[in-house]
């Protein structure tokens, strides 16, 4: 009796998905609860599981869109393997970016004067026409057909090589103008693949952004000095106390929690009940943190961080950066957030405007760390060689003003100068 393999839920905004690729092959012996496919949505892949144990059959294809709720497959219990150690079909990008008129089976070809069982060149019956016509040894020839045999094309091609290599050079005209050079062969291919379920919602969401809210950004720098004295002090300690690395990430995401504090509108949506626009306003900050993943770009949250410890965040961005670029996190861990920051200065970036991830009211964008000369101490007129960050805040300029923007980055820029306050909550 065959069992239908039918696409479950995956979160309540899913209605579809894209088969990213069949772990398992038609024909092929499966066990109840084992992976047989990959189904890559706007959210997040999961794996659907086979219902029971049996041989499988497929219904639709990878690089299909299928909804929530199809019959995409079939275990039949009472079926025989034909398939033994197969391969798992082939991936969307895959698909998308083979021929349609390539050949079924790849065949490695022979070298290219391969001989058949007659001791014969392999040549078709017009390129031997043609060859015996203009006398060419098919022997010398190089073949470009299928298993090296030689084409028509093949030996015209070699007719003119061999005009060509007779013809003399005519003897250059000094009064003559140099000849334009020819142009320098290359390939000039193009390929065009199907864009993810995750990348198309990037882009759905990004464009909502920028048609929806009022974006201004506004920047400032900070000195990384004392957060990078402080992390080389404690960062063996830590380690060994926690199981974990002391990164710049989670002074920011503390000192963006005391900015939250200081400025609660930054905290904010702005929303409609009844055709009204209302500001929703959270007691809790729930910072997010992009993350770019094989697939695209991620944001899983961290939940109440204004309660979390260095530790806590640490440990929690460990595990949700690498479950989101393995693509094992969870939808309802993407949703939600009432703060973004990015961190383009992994990259290397100097300087950049991030997009509001929406409702959100603001981002912080990290960039890279440079050694720059300013002023230092400040207000001495003296200039030292200090390790600068460039800071972004893209704010919603319908709920937040130029000065409470500016505010939020100075809150922040004190926090990480000096990092005591992060412990005072000062």
């Known amino acids: 009796m065959a069992v239908d393999i039918v696409i479950p839920q995956a979160g309540e905004s899913v209605t579809s998905g894209v088969i990213a690729r069949w772990v398992k092959a038609p024909g092929q012996a499966v066990k109840r609860d084992e992976v047989v496919l990959e189904l890559e949505t706007d959210k997040v892949t999961m794996e659907v599981v086979s219902p029971a144990d049996g041989v499988l059959s497929v219904l639709a294809q990878a690089g299909e869109t299928v909804a929530i709720g199809q019959k995409v497959g079939t275990v039949d219990g009472s079926a025989t393997a034909t398939v033994v150690g197969a391969k798992p079909a082939q991936t969307q990008a895959a698909a998308a970016s083979t021929s349609a008129s390539a050949p079924a089976v790849a065949v490695a070809a022979p070298p290219a004067h391969a001989e058949g069982a007659n001791g014969d060149v392999r040549a078709t019956p017009l390129a031997r026409k043609i060859a015996a016509e203009h006398g060419v040894d098919l022997s010398r020839v190089q073949g470009t057909g299928a298993g090296g045999r030689v084409r028509e094309q093949d030996v015209l091609a070699a ?71 402080l992390r080389k002090q404690y960062k063996e300690d830590f380690e060994k106390k926690h199981g974990v690395g002391l990164g710049f990430m989670s002074f920011f995401v ?56 260095f530790a806590d965040v640490e440990k929690s961005l460990k595990d949700l950066a690498t479950r989101a670029r393995d693509g094992k996190i969870e939808l309802a861990e993407l949703q939600g957030g009432t703060f973004t920051i990015s961190n383009g200065g992994v990259f290397g970036s100097l300087m950049g405007t991030p997009i509001i991830n929406p409702p959100q009211s603001a981002i912080l964008g990290m960039h890279a760390i440079k050694n720059r000369a300013v002023e230092w101490p400040v207000g001495s007129g003296q200039v030292a060689i200090r390790p600068m960050m460039y800071l972004a805040l893209s704010y919603d300029h319908r709920l937040l003003d130029g000065a409470d923007a500016v505010q939020f980055l100075v809150k922040v820029k004190q926090c990480i100068e000096d990092p005591q306050r992060l412990l005072l909550g000062v």
């Open 159 to 229: 007719v003119e090589a061999r005009k060509a290599a007779a013809t003399p050079a005519p003897a250059a005209k000094p009064e003559t103008p140099a000849a334009r050079p020819a142009p320098v062969a290359g390939s000039r291919g193009v390929t065009r693949e199907r864009m993810s379920p995750l990348r198309q919602r990037v882009a759905q969401r990004l464009v909502q952004s920028q048609h929806t809210a009022a974006i201004l950004t506004t920047f400032n720098e900070v000195d990384m000095t004392a957060v990078m004295d």
């Open 254 to 309: 503390k000192a963006a929690v005391a900015a939250l504090r200081h400025m609660p509108v930054a905290n904010s949506y702005i929303v409609e009940e009844q055709g009204v626009p209302m500001i929703e306003r959270h007691d809790y900050c729930d910072v997010a943190v992009a993350v770019s993943t094989p697939k695209g770009l991620m944001v899983p949250v961290l939940r109440n961080a204004e309660s979390m410890t």
